[in-house]
């Protein structure tokens, strides 16, 4: 039986040319056993008209927030109450922006500030809408409340002629992603329980003296997102952090370290205690063989700095005796799936996360596109996680990293 049946859904629609993917999802939905009422915003009737979702769904479609008759029968806060789970698809960018803000200024709105329901959202824009900083900031704040979860957008050719993203995603994929949000909420809550989490995450930094350093981009989002994932999925969390400016996640046990050597020291003082390793850390793959104690002076026109090779914390973990179940990130600019591959057996891993990065991708980002890879016997598996929130990207690696880990 399905984890929708007999929820109750309220199919949120605003105007956009996505639409029409919303009565297939409707549809969808509906197959899966849960009861539907839509609500529509005036500019979504501009599109399609309420009749379609009202054929379909079985049940007078909502738009007003002072229709009498429909007040009569179910009061707003009353039909918000009702709702297991609102879904708003597509989610134009106009909407998007009043949510995040509070607004309540016409049914669809008033709805998302009433319930207490999970809230999914697909976005549908222009892709130039999508990345405005406003947009992002909006769907930043959106994101970063537990009830909130995002689908997409998708990449690809928009109705504008425009490329890249905006697209609404697959009414399949919003179903999934719909399944997902229950999943968290009735199984995922146990799926880890028992079982501790070993993760790194952020930069290193591998100092030249007192003043100078070399490091990377991470940000630690990434890495921060999947604790926080492990810790709702019901694990015990340990993080050892390079240098980063987020919050831990309450009740994650953090352990901040600067250079590679001091993230090795600690993740080997750490991992008996591990059933699953989790390497996001973006690791300094070399460091200056010497560090400077004082400043090191601009006297010569060149200045030569020699460095060693760190150690690589995931490949030593992986070949310890009674290794944790071990998962490592390829971060790529290029060839991003045989190099993933091959880091996932040259590394001896129970998987691998490939993610691009360059171009503004990956690094520092809000989002990102992940694609796993791992073998069962002998045969190898790939997913691709699309782009979305790394917050909801984390949750669904987790989902996958517990499954493999069962059956390893
Ligand atoms: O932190 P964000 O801004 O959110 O960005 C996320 C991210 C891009 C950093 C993340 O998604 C990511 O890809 N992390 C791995 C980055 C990386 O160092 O990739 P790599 O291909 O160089 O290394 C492969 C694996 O070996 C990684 O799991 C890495 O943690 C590990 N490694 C590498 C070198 C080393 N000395 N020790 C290691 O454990």
Redesign the pocket.
Known sequence: MSTLNNKKIILAVTGGIAVYKSAILLRLLIKQGAEVRVVMTESAKEFVTPLTFQALSGNVVRSELFDQDAEAGMGHIELAQWADQIIIAPATANTIAKISYGMADNLLTTLCLATRAPLLIAPAMNQKMWHHPTTQKNIKKLSAQSSVFLCGPAQGEQACGDTGFGRMEEPQTILESCLDCWCEDNQQSVVLKGKTVLI?????IEDIDPVRYIS??????????IARAALDSGARVILVSGP?HIEVPQGVEIHQVRS?QK??KK?FSLVEQADIF????????YRPITKNHEKIKKTNDRLNIEFV?????????SSIENKPFC??????TNQMKS??ID?LKR?NLDM????Q?GDDK????DD?E?SLYWFKENDLQEKILPFSS?KNLARQLIKEISFNFKDS
């Open positions: 790194t995450a952020g930069p290193t990377n981009r991470s940000s630690g989002k990434m890495g921060y997102a980063v590679a993230m090795h993740v989790i390497a996001t850390a973006a690791v300094a793959d090779k760190n150690l690589d914390i995931l490949s030593a973990v998962v490592g990130f390829a971060a790529e190099y993933a880091k590394k691998i996360v490939a993610n990065v990956g690094f520092e980002k990102n992940l790394k």
